[in-house]
Structures are given as C-alpha cells and as structure tokens.
C-alpha cells in the first residue's frame, strides 16, 4: 500500500473523537510513537489542544506529521468562520494545518453555501491550511462546490465508511471526479470485530478483523482514520498497512453492504446511500 496519496494525505491516519484530557492525550503520544503521521481533529471535539501537545512532545518535525482540522457547523458564517480558524490554529499552537474541512454542510442553506465555502477557499489564500476539503457532503453539494471553486480544489470528503456502509453511488461519483473519500467511523464503532467473514479472512492473514477492514477501505481507495485509546489496538490498526488482500477477500467484503449509517444526526443533509 502507498503511505501517502497523490495530495500527499497519509492513507491511514489516527481519529480523536472523544480522546480528551490526559489519556487523550496519552493515546496520541502511543499513535505518534507507533507510526501514525496524520491526526484528525476537529473544532467541536475539544481535541485540538491535546493534538497540538502530542506533535511538540514527541520531538517530531512538525513537517513529517499531517493535521485536519474542521470548521464547526456552528462557525460557518463567514467572518466566524475565518476567526475560528485562526483561533484552532492558536489552540494546536501550529502556524497552519494541512487540511482544513467544513465538518457539516449547512442544514437547508441556513448559512449561504457560498459564504462558508468562499470563507474555506479564503483560509486557505491566507496560508492558514496547505490542502482544503470538506466533509458529510452528499454528490449534489460537491457539484455546487466544483461549479463555485472549480475542479480539483477540494482534497477529499470525509464521510461515513466502513464494510456496512459503502456508499455505491458517493463512491463513484467521487471516482469520476478524482476526489479521495476519507473513511470516518471505519471500524462501524468495533462492529467489525465480532463479523464472521472478517474473521475468517483475518485468521487467514494472521491480523484481526479491524485490521483487514482498514486494508480493505484502504484497497478501495479511501483514507482511514480509526481512533483507539489502548495502545495494542493501535497497533493493530496501524499493521493494516502491510495486509495486501485477495480478489476474493475484496469481494467478500464488498458484499457486506448493507447501508448501515451510524451518524446521522438532526443536520445530517440528505444522504445519497
Ligand atoms: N467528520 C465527521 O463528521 C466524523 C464523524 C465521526 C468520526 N469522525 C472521525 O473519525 C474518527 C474515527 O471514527 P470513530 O472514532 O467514531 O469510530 P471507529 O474508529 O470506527 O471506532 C472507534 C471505536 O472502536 C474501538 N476500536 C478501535 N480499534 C479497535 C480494534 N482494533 N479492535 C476493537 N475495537 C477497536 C475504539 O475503542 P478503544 O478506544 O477502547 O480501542 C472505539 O470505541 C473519529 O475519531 C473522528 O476523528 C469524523
């Protein structure tokens, strides 16, 4: 498997919902030790902090490690939207992030689609962010961000992903464009532990089941970005970069579709799959 995709992204990163205080920030500290080069943290998860604090204590170049950040759905208005930037960078004590996302499109245009994208656009111009993205956008929002920013502005799509939730038609469409999906909740929260297809293909492998689910989203494309507090587990994830699966095992686990979606909550847009 490739580290890195062609923006540069590393293929598996280290989610931090919830991984607050002082085992949030133990965890990161293992995921930095084990391997982990790109951390995903957002304005609402009260992470930020505990990000910034892992990537200067573990003496790593700043360079080597790559940060997302979003904009909360609360802050898309524009101004606001540009303050809270510069106060998530003061926050992560980091002179820019590498992607910057809109966590949530805005429910029925409540903010004007073109406000909070020209105001991602702009953070961006403004040396704040490298690459910017988005995220829980169905097909018809990332049309109208091609048709305001123009093709290939935005670096990936971070959705909902994991061997339950494929999303056929988000999937190809993002193909055709040549947007990177980012698979968030990939392990289906540990679903995925107790499958019995998974397991089977993991013992065969000689990893777990987590492990072959990352493989295979990763097989299919997609960045990753599991998150654990326990270090085993960790590693476990992180060992997912030297699992090469079968055609056969791709099939098997293709056929574990069944559109089970896990977040979606009151402001989720209208989903695709
Ligand atoms: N953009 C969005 O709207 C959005 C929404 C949701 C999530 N995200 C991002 O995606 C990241 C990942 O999603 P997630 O944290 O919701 O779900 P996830 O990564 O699918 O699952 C995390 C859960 O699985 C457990 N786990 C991790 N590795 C395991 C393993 N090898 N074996 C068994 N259990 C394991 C963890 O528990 P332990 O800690 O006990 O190991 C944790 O409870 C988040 O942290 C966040 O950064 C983004």
Redesign the pocket.
């Known amino acids: 498997m490739t580290e890195r995709n062609v923006n540069g992204i590393p293929m598996l990163g280290l ?4 991984r607050t205080g002082p085992e949030g920030l133990d965890a990161l500290l293992a995921g930095l030790e084990i391997g982990y080069r790109h951390i ?1 943290t957002a304005q609402s998860y009260g992470t930020e902090e505990n990000v910034g604090a892992a990537v200067r204590r573990s003496g790593l170049p700043r360079g080597d490690i790559f940060i997302t950040t ?1 904009i909360a759905d609360t802050r898309l208005a524009k101004p606001e939207a540009l303050e809270s930037v510069e106060r998530s960078l003061e926050t992560l004590g980091v002179d820019a992030v590498d992607l910057l996302l809109i ?2 499109p805005s429910k029925n245009d409540a903010v004007a689609f073109q406000d909070y994208m020209l105001a991602l656009a702009e953070a961006k111009e403004r040396g704040f962010t490298r690459l910017i993205g988005v ?2 956008f169905p097909i018809a929002l990332l049309q109208r961000s091609e048709d305001l920013l123009g093709k290939g502005t935005l670096s990936t799509n ?1 959705v ?1 992903l ?1 061997p339950y939730l494929q999303a056929p038609r988000l999937t190809a469409y993002a193909r055709q464009i040549g947007l990177p999906l980012t698979a ?7 679903r995925v ?1 107790a499958d019995a297809t998974l397991q089977r293909i993991a013992a065969a492998h000689g990893v ?1 089941p ?1 492990a072959v689910t990352l493989a295979f989203l990763m097989a299919e494309g997609h960045i990753v ?6 270090r085993g ?1 960790l590693e ?2 992180f060992a997912a970069r030297t699992v090469t699966l079968s055609a056969q095992d791709m099939e098997a686990i293709r056929a574990l579709d069944n559109g089970t979606r896990l ?1 979606d909550p009151e402001k989720a847009p209208a989903w695709d799959d």
């Open positions: 989610g931090t919902f919830g995903d979003k966590h949530w995220s829980n971070q909902e994991h968030y909740r990939p392990l289906a929260h540990a532990g777990t987590a970005i599991p998150a654990s507090s326990n587990r476990e994830n977040v």
